[in-house]
């Protein structure tokens, strides 16, 4: 968590939930009212809708509020103004989301490990109707996810620009529930 003065605004399914395990997860989350808190501690408000947290975000300014919807998938909800950080609450559980949310500046980068390659089968350069083309996709292929902070240098742990890196903004928090093969380094750094 980065010292900024920052709030969080919470809505949709779960939110109770999702406001004690950030409690849990660091002590400076804290519901109270913004004008009553202390030095260090992060305001955490539950709103029961997208408006309400539109006006808590206007209310108090001076706050880097991040503005997070707890949606359920074939449930339509009105969305607050962006930015808004959307969490499957059927996917991520209180505690996940409450790492997303803490973490909400850690995103992901994938090291492509024997990226695919382009070739075409005749040696030819590629026909226009992409005939000759093949996708060879070398044994041991695989995709490594890194932790990157936002606006800061690559980890070390993240290989040079000599291999395949594919830059994204997907949470750090929530690469293990993609699938993905994390990183040992940055597992351990950022948990
Ligand atoms: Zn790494």
Do not use: K
């Not at 997860?25 to 992060?42: E, H, I, T």
């Not at 449930?75 to 103004?81: D, E, F, W």
């Not at 390659?117 to 083309?133: E, F, K, L, M, W």
């Amino acid at each position: 968590m980065s010292e900024e003065q920052r709030g969080v605004i919470l809505y949709g399914r779960g939110r109770d939930a999702v406001a004690e395990a950030l409690r849990e997860l660091d002590p400076r989350y804290v519901l109270v009212d913004p004008a009553a808190q202390q030095p260090g501690q992060v305001p955490v408000r539950c709103c029961r809708d997208a408006a309400e947290a539109d006006a808590a975000r206007q209310a108090v300014s001076g706050v880097a509020w991040l503005v997070v919807e707890l949606y359920q998938p074939g449930v339509n909800i009105a969305h607050a103004r962006a930015p808004v950080l959307s969490l499957n609450s059927t996917e991520v559980d209180p505690g996940l989301a409450a790492r997303a949310i803490d973490q909400s500046d850690l995103v992901t980068w994938y090291e492509v490990i024997h990226p695919a390659r382009v070739i075409t089968v005749d040696g030819q350069p590629p026909a226009d109707d992409y005939s000759n083309i093949e996708i060879v996709v070398p044994g041991g292929h695989r995709m490594v996810a890194h932790a990157v902070r936002a606006e800061e240098t690559p980890p070390e742990c993240l290989p040079g620009a000599a291999l395949q890196i594919l830059p994204s903004d997907d949470l750090w928090a929530l690469a293990r529930l993609r699938g993905f093969e994390v990183c040992r380094a940055c597992t351990l750094r950022h948990g």
